[in-house]
């Protein structure tokens, strides 16, 4: 056990360009409920449990590089306020962290904060192609295990969370809150059973965009060509250059863009030039052009979503209620 600095331990945990908003979160929480700055860190390291945390029962999962995979717990007890705790999870080797934040029995808080899930492509390998296993997926399934099983959480009947989850683009985060919804219809931890906070967030936005993804609807032309010209001049020279080098000539050719078929053509190049996946090694084949293509993507995504007819939510919180845990499906 060490005396930490818990503002700074959230700074090592959280320390990208794009983590702004989830340290800000985090620390809005503290003083919400008066928690202060400086804790006693218990650090324990626990074996992923791959048939039972993250595949059910349904199949054995055999990973195709032999691995064992752990995920660490940083558990941390603010000196002052022993009624609340935070814990800091990751998994070995793979950038993907989670912070949960939450009271004890003696709180009469029932609430499980859930912060920091970004849904980066990192992945476990498994022999069975069928089967991908992204790091954040992992995370929260493993989260949901612990909610559901450990006495700890016995008294939590709710997981709250902002939507700060992002798709990593080279070195660009991509919000997924307008990303997923494009190319899935609904945010990332939709998937997880997760619903806006908000009874018209649900209603007027989440249930008004699923519908609305199943239009398949396409951008025309001028319209995208607009949106590009309208943000060129936050562009940097090299970003339109790359633009015109290898996406101009898609656009121009079709009267009517689907956006989402871009979007994953752009990013699959992308993740193609940084990751042999076959192969399982790192590579990286061309840091300008590939952060270029990331950066014109992460100046136009918004925008047209708006242009798409999706709505965006008034209040970006999120809510589990424990009743509905099981309801979930395995991803």
């Known amino acids: 056990m060490t005396e930490i600095s818990i503002t700074k331990t959230i700074y090592e945990y ?8 989830i340290r800000q979160n985090i620390i809005m929480y503290m003083e ?22 993250i595949g059910g029962e349904s199949y054995e ?15 941390i007890e603010p000196i002052g306020n022993k009624k609340y705790n935070l814990i800091f999870m990751t998994v070995d080797n793979i950038n993907e962290c989670a912070c949960l934040t939450f009271g004890k029995k003696s709180s009469n808080n029932t609430v499980l904060r859930i912060d920091g899930i970004k849904s980066f ?23 949901l295990e ?32 307008y990303l997923r919804t494009m190319t899935h219809g609904i945010p990332y931890y939709a998937k997880f059973g997760f619903r806006p906070l908000l009874k018209r967030d649900y209603e007027d ?8 993804f199943k239009l398949n609807k396409t951008i ?14 936050d562009m940097s020279e090299s970003v339109y250059r790359i633009y015109k080098k290898y996406i101009e000539k898609n656009i121009l050719n079709n009267e009517n863009i689907n956006f989402d078929e871009l979007m994953k053509q752009i990013i699959k190049t992308v993740d193609n030039s940084i990751f042999d996946k076959n192969k399982n090694i790192k590579i990286i084949k061309d840091k300008v052009e590939l952060n270029g293509l990331c950066e014109f993507i992460s100046k136009i995504y918004i925008d047209v979503y708006q242009e798409l007819g999706y709505k965006n939510y008034k209040e970006n919180l999120w809510e589990l209620l424990l009743v509905d845990i099981n309801m979930y499906k395995n991803v």
């Open 121 to 143: 492509d990192d992945f476990i390998l498994c022999k069975d192609d069928k089967y991908k296993f992204k790091s954040g997926d992992i995370l929260m399934q493993i989260i």
């Open 61 to 75: 999962i055999e990973l195709k590089d032999g691995k064992t995979y752990y995920y660490n717990m940083n558990d």
């Open 146 to 177: 612990l909610v559901k099983n450990d006495h700890h959480f016995s008294h939590i009947d709710k997981i709250e969370l902002a939507d700060a989850s992002q798709k990593k683009c080279y070195d660009i985060g991509l919000k997924l809150i």
């Open 220 to 233: 025309a032309k001028n319209k995208l060509l607009n949106i590009i010209k309208k943000n060129k001049i």
């Open 205 to 212: 936005v989440f249930v008004y965009n699923r519908n609305n």
């Open 32 to 53: 919400k409920y008066n928690i202060g700055n400086t804790g006693i860190s218990t650090k324990t390291k626990h074996k992923i449990k791959f048939k039972n945390q």
């Open 14 to 21: 959280f320390d990208d360009i794009g983590d702004t908003e």
